[in-house]
């Protein structure tokens, strides 16, 4: 489990607005497309003004459920909680790994973020996994030297790859003008899981090439 991404959603929730959107629709299995990935499942809310929120969103193969009631998840094994609690925020969602041992959890906190993601065990197998998004972050930066919106970049997942042994992660700049004309600019991160080494970057272009059927529409718009 990450007990330092715990500990960050822990203190952005107190903080969180309401989610962006009004679900007009919440299946008990979530919604796709996520925030980022159209493989991600959104943690939607079947009444939002109440925050009432039941999910029971099932692993790849059937065997474990991802169960969500309000601001709280856990792992559940044929009815029985096997890991959890831990926090989700209101906007955030999920991207189960291929082989059932792990989820992308990502969040955001409002439209221009802070968006950030982290990975967590559902069996708890790795006892630490390092914090995803200051890593790719402190990545992002140190590679756009002078700009100011490049260390608020919000990270979500998008795929995992190389069967569950690694994920990959947009960075991307808020959408903000004072991010010039790097506004919304984006790049993907292939990180080893659980390990967390960068394995490899891309540029936008090669982003959407490699990623087209991947990524949500809004993400290739003007592109």
């Excluded at 990450?2 to 919604?31: D, H, V, Y």
């Excluded at 009815?79 to 989700?88: D, E, K, Q, T, Y």
């Excluded at 010039?180 to 490899?200: H, K, Q, R, T």
């Amino acid at each position: 489990m990450i007990r330092k991404f715990e500990w960050m959603l822990a203190i952005l929730a107190a903080l969180s607005p309401t989610a962006a959107a009004q679900q007009t629709s919440c299946p008990e299995i979530g919604n796709k497309p996520g925030l980022t990935s159209k493989l991600a499942v959104y943690l939607c809310f079947q009444d939002e003004d109440s925050k009432i929120r039941h999910l029971e969103i099932p692993s790849p193969d059937g065997s474990v459920l991802l169960v969500v009631d309000g601001n709280e998840a856990k792992f559940t094994e044929n009815g029985r909680v096997i890991s959890g609690p831990f926090l989700v925020v209101d906007d955030a969602d999920i991207i189960w790994s291929p082989d059932s041992r792990a989820i992308i959890l990502d969040f955001s906190l409002g439209g221009q973020g802070p968006g950030r993601a982290g990975v967590i065990y559902v069996r708890q197998e790795v006892a630490d996994v390092p914090d995803i998004t200051e890593l790719i972050v402190n990545d992002f930066v140190s590679r756009h030297p002078g700009n100011l919106c490049s260390d608020a970049a919000n990270i979500t997942g998008l795929s995992w790859v190389n069967g569950s042994n690694s994920a990959v992660f947009i960075a991307q700049e808020p959408s903000s003008s004072s991010c010039g004309s790097m506004i919304g600019y984006f790049e993907a991160y292939i990180v080893s899981i659980p390990e967390g080494n960068i394995l490899a970057r891309y540029s936008q272009r090669e982003t959407v090439r490699r990623w087209r059927k991947t990524l949500i529409s809004e993400m290739l718009e003007d592109k």
